[in-house]
């Protein structure tokens, strides 16, 4: 392997430009480098052009206004913005979502965290349980909601077939009420929403707990303690990073969630389950508002981005590592 | 009794109550579990069964789990409703495999060079990739749909270049192995075998040139794939054929390798081609296959996945590689890849699931019935054919069909599927 050097030490003279490029090509270094490159151009071509260029474009899009059929856009500058504060649906879209949220990633980790302590055990038959309970997850969301939907449904439904079984009165779980009944809307999406992905936290936390140490629990038994403390003190300080990745990654998929929505409520009724992401679709596709479904789409982004980096702040706090 | 309690020690009645907790522990985990997996399960199981049952049946049923006379008809009888139904699946079977495809082709470049290459800016890269795991793939999907109805040159140009090149690529590894098998039959390498069969497909390519594709370039400037395809590889064969020529004379080689001088005139022939060419990819990708499965290529997820599995291999395997002068593509393909078996299974499987159940963007990007994928196909039928409920036979009889292949494959290979979901997260 010839460098520049060894050139001018074979010539005796400085090498001349066609030498040096040859001696470009056995240069290891730069050989190496471009092989890099030239390794992550696919991946880096394809994130900048679906990824990184659609998020700029995006805050490009919220400042003017546009209908994605003239071939002009009207520079606005913040009035997208401007209109978002002041509609009063935006915020209750933001409220739908911090409630869809919130309710189906604390309902979701703490199911899927006591199936996974009840699955932790020697018992016969865990695989079966184990596959049973993960098999909504592998399922399309639209085919599992058209399901549900039946299962709520107000006259044929399952579940208002027990309630009147047990005497009560049918609710209108998903239906076009009116007032109070609009109540129960949300939480439909919640259960259905924690039942799908009630498995998948719990393979995950299952995962989690094979790592901690027998010794420990035995080391506590002998100490005297009670099942609450060795839950509290052993399982799940050692389980936090796992429920720290399922939070993150919990969040995501709730902000993230569209087709259940889009297959059983539309957003409805009267927008009870309308969620950013759902809003951005009926404003961008629906209304043909591209400006004012940017708009939302840069508060999501801008807000997502915030609540994970408080998560991961407050993550110093509560999760141990080791 | 008396002289059996007084015989048992303060050890013993300890480890009789901890058995016993355990005993308690495990009745009660059991019942628990069972309870939890048959409500967890029981929506399909109805769904199942309401798709057996005739639509008088469904109204005046109840509680009823199994069904009085099995209608089987129902499965006949929503295909009949909407014939498109195969053709939803196959669409949405070439969108899952054409994303996994391209996604763990360009996932595994990326992983190997951040775990393997030194570069600069190789961890800004590789932060920037990991950080679009963050982002609500929703605040892409405006601009992209904008993209997609008008590409751009350039980016229809990188397309068209990847595609012949790629095209090539397998075309010529299959060639080779073919090679490779009749030489290990025969036993001996035969340099009268290499030169005969790389003339015979040259003369074939020559023929199919001047027959098919010259006319087809003169044509107009929107050049067809497979015109550009055969010019590429009958000039691609005349230097594989001159280096195997050059390799049968004894005396120096050239001053680079040959090799150089086919890249750079590969390069040229391509880039060539590739202007020409953009015609065949047209500038609308809405409605199109490739929009559906193009838009995804880069999957963060795998990036961090690979990285995790390439990571962890000794790194003795890699020198000893570089010390036989492999190439790093030889060096992924023979060493690396087969070695991370587990985690490749565990990425075909999470994204063909991921991209067959998906909704949103193909909703957004296709129009035509026939460019339907399988989860839209059954929200329309829904809405279209099953009367937003009146036929939930049908309904039912549709998600049956559609959800049946998923849960079986699943029952079939589980532990591939969780075992493989659980190890992903472990390290993050």
Known sequence: MSSTSEVMAQRGSPPSWPQRIIGLYHN???????????????????LGVWWLYPMVYSVYLSLTRWNFMSPT???????????????????????????????????GLTGGLVLALALNQKLRGRSFYRAMMFSPWITPTVAAALVWLWIYNRDVGIFNQILMFLGQSRIDWIGSGQGMLRLWAMPALIIFTVWKSIGYNMVYFLAGLTYIPSELYEAADIDGASAYQKFRHITLPLLSPMTFFLLVVSLINTFNAFDQIRVMTQGGPAGATRTMVYYLYQNAFEFFDVGYGSA????????????????FRAARSWVHYG | MTTLTTRMTEAGRMAHNIRRKRTISKLVAHGLLLASSLLIAFPFIWMATRALMTPEELKLSRFQLIPSTIQWTNFIEFWQAEPLFPRYFMNSAIMALGVLILQMTVACLASYAFTFIRFPGRNLFFFIAISTLMIPVVVTYVPSYIILSDMPVWLRVAWSLLLSSSGLVVL???????ERVITGVLGRESHLLSIAWRGIVLAGALTWFISDGLPAMRAGPAVPFWAAMSLMLVVFLIFELGEHLFSWFPGDKVALPVSIWRLILLGGILIFMAIQGPGWLGDNWLDTYQGLIIPSAVSAFGIFLFRQGFSSLPKDLIDAGKIDGASHLRMLTEIVLPLNKPILITFVIFTLVLYYNSYFWPLLITNRATMRVLTIGLQIFFIEKGYYGIRWHLIMAANTVAVAPLLIVFFVLQRWFIEGVATTGLKG
């Open chain 1, 73 to 107: 856009k009207r520079f606005v500058g913040l009035e997208n913005y401007a209109r978002l504060i002041q509609h009063a649906e935006f915020w209750n879209v933001l409220w739908n979502t911090i409630y869809f949220s919130g309710a189906t990633v604390i309902l």
């Open chain 1, 296 to 311: 939302v789409a840069v508060v999501l982004l801008f807000l997502l981005i915030l609540l994970t980096f408080i998560q």
């Open chain 2, 172 to 178: 010529w590894m299959i060639l080779r192995t073919l």
């Open chain 1, 28 to 46: 290891r270094h730069l050989r190496e480098a471009i092989t890099g490159y030239a390794f992550i151009v696919p991946a880096f071509l394809s």
